[in-house]
């Protein structure tokens, strides 16, 4: 079947859906109830919080470069570019580099350059930055950062001192079953079951309210923070923006794809309406998703024995979803955005942490929950800003993302940059974050 006859066959199950009521949403949240996810059965949690630093044992380096001496790498098909995912001679290249000049050290010092710390929530050790301002004028404003697959906390090292200098006391944590946050022992862990739990640890940390970013999972875990605990949020950031999955938004979602010049701005209208570009990317580049939306722990075995097989798979996302037309190049244009160093230390954490199991499963949890649909469906009421980076996976026009963030203070269209956006554009991000809480806390001051 062709693409298009394909794009109409689920555009028509879409419509018959929403038509039949099938996709109704009934105006409540589920309330987010606590859970155990540690071992064994429910205990008390130690609410203390304990400094945390990474420090690697030098038998775990040695045994990492024991497996990448004996890497066994196929060969590359002839002209296959990036089309047929990460290329032979791009990835010997890698594993040299990692194995003969990656400093490790260095990058370690990197990582401790913050204070961080760990604490038990909800029965698991939740691993988490907490830096405050270097500069400071008026009250200081707290700000959870949340990263998402395939990246860490790693991903905001540059982000973090440019919005540090402006006041806001940053705290990074790792996603339960990312990096070095402690995995989720029991079924059922999804975006919804991380957003409470960040809850809980700004509260820990004394910070009863405060600001919000996120892109990847990191912009859903955020959004349902945002639902779930409006109270204690200023505000909504994200770079991943995703439109409503309500019967109303659907239907114009049907109407962009038949017609989208009539909606989309004339800067966008190259990227193609958003559902069939979704559709698209899915389809072409979604195979990670299927995979680990339904049999993680398989790919997870080879991932976590191999660190060759934990670099490609994990790079090729740096690749495409940094600039899908890098599937298009022989390099991947792996390097034209990120230093190997930088593309490097994420993996380690992956690596060193044991986490490449434990974390594709938060994509089966997020489809087989039955709440996730209720929360992708439901209004955002806090204020939000909006970033659309050009290059990012999917994209939702201003118009389409006001059906689901009710209160858009800012919508911002990017002059560069993709999914990666707080590692491959910091200062872009940065700047469109401040002017966002700039926006806000005026709008506070006016008494608005």
């Known amino acids: 079947m062709g693409f ?60 990492l470069d024991r497996r990448l001496g004996a890497a066994r790498i196929g060969q590359d098909l002839e002209d296959g570019d990036f089309h047929y995912g990460f290329q032979a001679h791009v990835l010997r290249d890698v594993v ?22 760990r604490t038990q929530i909800n029965g698991i050790m939740v691993h988490f930055y907490s830096v405050p301002p270097t500069k400071q004028e008026g009250p200081v404003k707290p700000v959870l950062l949340a990263h998402g697959w395939p990246g860490s906390v790693w991903e905001f090292y540059k982000l973090i001192p440019l919005l540090t200098e402006h006041g806001f006391h940053v705290v990074v944590p790792s996603i339960p079953g990312y990096g070095f946050s402690e995995e989720p022992h029991k079924k059922g862990f999804d975006a919804a079951s991380a ?56 239907l114009r979602h049907l109407a962009y794809a038949a017609f989208p010049s009539w909606f989309i701005s004339p800067e966008e209208l190259p990227r193609g309406s958003p559902l069939a570009n979704l559709l698209y990317f899915m389809t072409v580049e979604g195979g990670y998703f299927h995979e680990q939306a339904t049999k993680p722990d398989t790919i997870g075995f080879g991932l976590n024995d191999s660190p060759t097989a934990l670099a ?29 160093d930088e593309l490097l230390t994420n993996v380690m954490v992956y690596w060193l942490s044991g986490c490449a199991q434990s974390s594709l499963r938060l994509y089966k949890e997020n489809m087989v929950n039955p709440h996730h649909q209720a929360y992708k469906s439901a209004p955002i009421k806090v204020p939000a800003g909006l970033a659309n980076f050009p290059h990012e996976i999917f994209f939702t026009p201003e118009e389409l993302a006001r059906d689901r963030y009710l209160d858009t203070v800012q919508y911002t269209t990017m002059p560069r940059g993709g999914h990666f956006a707080a ?10 974050f401040i002017s966002f809480v700039e926006k806000v806390e005026e709008r506070k001051r006016n008494g608005k």
């Not at 409540?28 to 945390?52: M, N, V």
């Not at 040299?96 to 350059?113: C, G, H, S, T, V």
């Not at 994990?314 to 022989?330: C, G, W």
Request: charged share 20%.
């Open 96 to 117: 040299k580099y990692w194995k003969e000049k990656f400093d490790w050290r260095a990058q370690e010092k990197k990582l401790n350059a913050f204070p961080q710390y």
């Open 4 to 63: 298009c006859k394909y794009l109409v066959v689920v555009l028509a199950v879409c419509l018959a859906a929403v038509l039949s009521g099938l996709l109704e949403w009934n105006g409540e949240l589920p309330e987010l109830q606590d859970a155990w996810w540690g071992k064994g059965s429910i205990t008390q949690d130690d609410t203390r919080i304990f400094p945390y630093e990474v420090d690697v044992p030098v038998t775990t380096l040695n045994d």
């Open 195 to 250: 957003s409470q739990i960040f809850h809980k640890l700004m509260h820990r940390l004394n910070m009863t309210e405060y600001y919000l970013q996120g892109g990847d999972w990191g912009s859903v875990i955020t959004s349902i923070i945002a639902q779930a605990y409006p109270q204690d949020v200023l505000g909504l950031h994200v770079n991943l923006i995703s439109g409503s999955f309500g019967p109303k938004s659907l």
């Open 312 to 340: 490609a798979y994990l790079l090729e996302k740096f690749s495409t979803a940094t600039n899908i037309q890098n599937k298009d190049k022989a390099d991947g244009g792996l390097t034209e955005k990120f230093s190997l």
């Open 423 to 432: 590692l491959e554009e910091p200062e872009l991000l940065a700047q469109d």
